[in-house]
């Protein structure tokens, strides 16, 4: 279950319940490829991923996450690199939100938790201690734990689905247009831009590998099995040769 997604250049990234970034063609979504545990920094924790959005201003993609420090308070904000999914954290947002969309000209808009209010702001707002601007009310709907937000770049408008309800939000006023209701939940709301196809041609570089052990001790003639992660998770050839330094202490089966 993927509880945030966002689309870019032809494929869709999505955030699973155990917060693992994975990405798939847009074309067949059934083939899903794990790009990595998402992992924040120090002593966080990331406990729950409200929404992830790109921002074609500056060609990035970002992600909104509580983590065991915050989850009463207000989410972090961070940019995903979007090869190996290595996080940068920016800062902890002003306002408690919990969901993220952001227009073709970079400026961002979120619902405030629990509430019924639109927040907008950019980069530099949140950066310099300007903080989020109010927009207004949307309607008698209420943000909730279950909620996404997309904005259409092929028509400038910004979509809301709150658990199993979509709706319209006017980015000026906040007013809302029900379009109607589902009986799925509504997680990782996204559109499909026209103009972004051919972002992850294949490449020839790796530019790392990582092992899921790299000291392990194993009983006299039993066996270990290794795991390694090529990034980024569309290079042509991620194949991975296993060789023996010293077969008389180890070999490769």
Avoid at 129 to 150: D, K, N, P
Avoid at 164 to 177: G, H, Q
């Amino acid at each position: 279950l993927a509880s945030a997604a966002e689309y870019v250049g032809g494929y869709v990234f999505t955030v699973t319940a155990d917060n693992s970034l994975c990405v798939a063609n847009d074309e067949d979504l059934t083939v899903t490829e794990r790009i990595c545990k998402l992992d924040p920094y120090g002593e966080l924790l990331m406990t729950t991923v409200n929404d992830l959005a790109y921002n074609y201003a500056d060609g990035k993609l970002y992600i909104q996450y509580y983590s065991q420090y915050n989850y009463e308070s207000a989410p972090y904000l961070a940019e995903v690199n979007m090869s190996d999914g290595t996080l940068e954290q920016i800062c902890e947002l002003p306002t408690d939100v919990n969901t993220m969309a952001i227009a073709t000209d970079g400026t961002f808009y979120s619902a405030g938790y629990n509430s019924n209010i639109l927040y907008k702001y950019t980069l530099a707002d949140i950066l310099s201690g300007s903080g989020m601007t109010q927009v207004g009310e949307m309607g008698y709907y209420s943000s909730q734990y279950l909620s996404s937000m997309a904005w259409d770049h092929n028509t400038g408008k910004l979509y809301w689905a709150y658990p199993n309800t979509l709706v319209e939000i006017d980015p000026e006023t906040a007013a809302p247009t029900m379009l109607g209701y589902h009986e799925a939940m509504l997680v990782g709301l996204y559109t499909r831009p026209d103009y972004d196809e051919g972002m992850f041609d294949p490449v020839d570089t790796v530019e790392r590998l990582e092992l899921n052990n790299y000291d392990t001790r194993v009983v006299l003639n039993s066996s270990f099995q290794l795991e390694a992660t090529v990034w980024p998770w569309n290079a042509s050839d991620r194949t991975v040769t296993w060789t023996s330094s010293d077969e008389s202490v180890a070999t490769v089966d």
